[in-house]
């Protein structure tokens, strides 16, 4: 981050004031976390669910800081404080008032990618893909939400030549919100699926909170879009010639072939992945899009797809003593990329005996036992050679499975913490093992003890 600001700027930019301090002395950094101090730079107080960040302004972190931005009236009477100090009314709307600023400076191709799957994977493609011609901006991670957006942007440097954020949300207006920090010029929203359910009540509203992001486009923005996706197809019409169309479709500007190909604006390229599986091949061909969009040739965009490799708890490959394969795909779960991501698992190692540690598939609302039932159901028609289920959601997953009879094994616990023994002693070097859940139910510590 260099924001190369004056305080007295960033108080401006931030819609406060600078009540101590000189006002002509520069800024470039600033900081969130009072685990990971920025020495000279500008901590922002932000407040959350759990805690407030004013509670940990003390005499260590005044002589840390080069200055603080707070609440206004926030601050104790004769405490101790850095050199500056920026006052303003909220400071969460500052930090995205200043984000907006920073973004304005720039004038450059800027990606925003929305969607209930496939976000961040679609972003690292597209980041890989955009790396092989010049810097690029990106999110962190999963910095995708209404803290973690504006601190992507405010990484905006002169040297990028484009910026890609992922923007998510889980109540309608959020993605508004998001994309008017981030003004994205380019859109690329991957597909709409049963996420968040308890907070959006509907997949409806689901659709509706990601397209808030076509509205925030400039008139000349294009759009991506998963023509395969019955939600999205329906922008095509509205949208016109600024629709992007990507899919398996005979008309789709970027089109799926079978045999592992791309055919881009009538280029047809080899597809070569180190990630696997038909959700894998739509993230790519998202990313494919959105670089054609922003004149990248289907050569630059070949290699780039090459050159990605998933991200921890996306498909991540972890060794076992046996030789047998762990696929760690724990990031998240929804019932979408819950059943995308088994059925990648099984065609990947369709030859191997398959065992899967699945669990909860969390924020589902009134309809969580529903879709785990579902998922019960379905399972029990699949050839594998265990599955275990863990969590208070994936009981109405094991009472489907039992019902069903299946011919494999199943387990199922509250936790999967004491499973470790048993599966190892298990596997031998022809197994494959697949864990899959929401990130709260943690599978990456069962994993990683194996």
Known sequence: MKLELTWAELARAAGGRLTKGDAGARIDVISTDTRRPQAGGAFWALRGERLDAHDFLDAKSAQTYAGWVVAAGRLKTGAPTPPQIVEVPDTLKALHALAHFHRKRFDIPVVGVVGSNGKTTTKEMLRAICSRIGSVCASHGNWNNEVGVPLSVLEMRPEHRHAIFELAACRLGEIRE????????????????????????????????????????????????NADDPWLAALETRLGARAVTYGTGPNCR?????????????????????????????????????????????????????????????????????????????????????????????????????????????????????FHRELGVWLSQLDLKAVYLAGPEMKSTADALSAAKPRFEVEYSLDSSQWSSKISSSLTSRDAVLFKASRAMRLEELAKAL
């Open 178 to 225: 998001l994309s008017r920090i981030a003004q994205p010029t380019i859109a690329v929203l991957t597909n709409i699926g049963p996420d968040h359910l308890e907070s959006f009540g509907t997949i409806e509203t689901t659709f509706q909170t990601n397209s808030e992001i076509v509205a925030a486009l400039p008139d000349d923005g294009a759009a991506v879009i």
């Open 254 to 370: 970027v089109r799926i072939e079978e045999g592992n190909f791309l055919v881009i604006d009538r280029h047809r390229v080899a597809l070569t992945l180190r990630s696997f599986g038909t959700f894998s091949q739509y993230n790519a061909a998202a990313a494919a899009a959105a670089a054609w969009v922003m004149g990248l040739p289907p050569e630059t965009i070949c290699s780039g797809l090459q050159d990605h490799t998933p991200s921890m708890m996306r498909q991540e490959p972890l060794p076992h003593p046996s030789g047998a394969a762990l696929v760690l795909d724990a990031y998240n779960a929804n019932p979408a990329s819950m059943r995308a991501s088994i059925e990648a698992f099984y065609e990947q190692y369709s030859t191997r005996p398959k065992t899967l540690i699945l669990g909860d598939m969390k924020e589902l609302g009134v309809e969580s036992a529903k």
